[in-house]
Structures are given as structure tokens and as C-alpha cells.
């Protein structure tokens, strides 16, 4: 099995996961944003030219949701994933998707208007408005974890995918101190020997 990852991608969250299992797997590392990523070569393995990508055997991904669960359906032999007829199951479902869907959509844009773009072209009522919907999307994460250390109540593939982002969503200074249980939660997986490990790769 071959990682092809960079710090600080959606790449840190495959290698967390794979630490979890304790899986064995080949790193391929770049710096994020390296030339090399364009090359002629990577391309023919992820053509947009970004991480993550997994290969194992003859399988090929390239889109982090998808070999998370991969991973857990082909080698988690049972472990972060509930029961497809379990009570916890559908939970499982919205919170591995969240992160995608919800939470990193205005992460992504709240960083190109301060980060990304020269100063000239940013726009604080676009940042503005980004980090307002990312409130309002934590919210939920918020409600969810009410009573829970973890969104399924076990540590599971969700906590990979939505607590990554909740994890980056406090990396870029944004403030979530009036959300007392997402800053517990990030606090909990930030703590976790296998995600400490992702980080220092």
C-alpha cells in the first residue's frame, strides 16, 4: 500500500487513519505546492496533481472520503465503522460526509481570502461571510457532540474526516472558544497517539 501525501493536506487525515489500523504503507512525500506535483509522472497517478492518493494493488484513489472508507470496509476488519444495521450507522454516514460537504467548503474560501490571494484581491466582506457559514456549520458539530466524546459515540471513520476538519478549522486561528464541545473534541483527537504520528511525517 503507497500514500502519496504533503503536510497540511487532506493527505494528513489518510495517514491518521492508516496509523489507527496499523497498517504498514509506503510514503510518498511532497511538499505541498511543489513542482513535482505537476510532473508528467504524478500526473498519471492522480491527474489533478493532488494528494491523497492511495494505491493499493491494482486500486487507485484519489478522493479522501472515498479511501477512508475504503480503508475501513477493505482492511479495518471491523474497527471504526459501525454495523451497516446499526442503530449508529446513518449518523456515521452524515458525519464521515460533513467535513466535505459542510464545514471545509467556507474553510476553503475563508483561506483564499486571506491567505491565498495577494492582499490587493482579497475581500474582507467574502472572508467575513465565509467564516459566518463556518459558525453556523460548527454549530451543528456543536449539537452533535452533546454528551459524546466522539460523533458516533466510538471513535469511528467520522471522527477521521469532520474532527480533520474541526483540527484544521483551529489550526488557521479560527475562534471556536464559545463552542465548548468541538474545542473539547479537537482537544480529545489532537491527543491521540496515531494523529501525532500523521502530524510528524
Known amino acids: 500500500m503507497k500514500l502519496y501525501f504533503a503536510p497540511n493536506s487532506r493527505a494528513v487525515r489518510i495517514a ?12 510518498q512525500r511532497f511538499a505541498l505546492g511543489h513542482p513535482d506535483m505537476r510532473s508528467d509522472a504524478f500526473r498519471r497517478v492522480s491527474p489533478m496533481g493532488r494528494v491523497p492518493v492511495l494505491e ?27 454495523a451497516e444495521d446499526s442503530t449508529e450507522f446513518p449518523t456515521y454516514l452524515q458525519w464521515l460526509h460533513y467535513s466535505e460537504g ?6 476553503n474560501n475563508y483561506m483564499v481570502e486571506t491567505f491565498f490571494l495577494p492582499p490587493e484581491r482579497r475581500s474582507e466582506e467574502h472572508a467575513g461571510r465565509a467564516k459566518r457559514l463556518l459558525g453556523r456549520m460548527l454549530g451543528g ?7 459524546k466524546e466522539y460523533l458516533t459515540g466510538a471513535f469511528s471513520g467520522a471522527d477521521v474526516m469532520t474532527g480533520s476538519a474541526i483540527l484544521s ?8 472558544s464559545e463552542a465548548p464541545n468541538c474545542n473539547a473534541y479537537a482537544d480529545r483527537l489532537a491527543a491521540r497517539p496515531a494523529y501525532h504520528k500523521a502530524l510528524a511525517l
Open 102 to 107: 459542510m464545514l471545509m467548503p467556507p474553510v
Open 56 to 82: 493499493d494493488g491494482d486500486v487507485t484513489l484519489v478522493e479522501s472520503g472515498a479511501i477512508v472508507e475504503y480503508l475501513l470496509i477493505r482492511h479495518g476488519n471491523g474497527k471504526f465503522r459501525p
Open 141 to 147: 458539530v456543536e449539537h452533535a457532540l452533546e454528551g
Open 169 to 176: 478549522i483551529r489550526q488557521i486561528g479560527i475562534d471556536f
Open 16 to 27: 491518521w487513519l492508516l496509523e489507527e489500523l496499523g497498517l504498514e504503507y509506503e510514503l
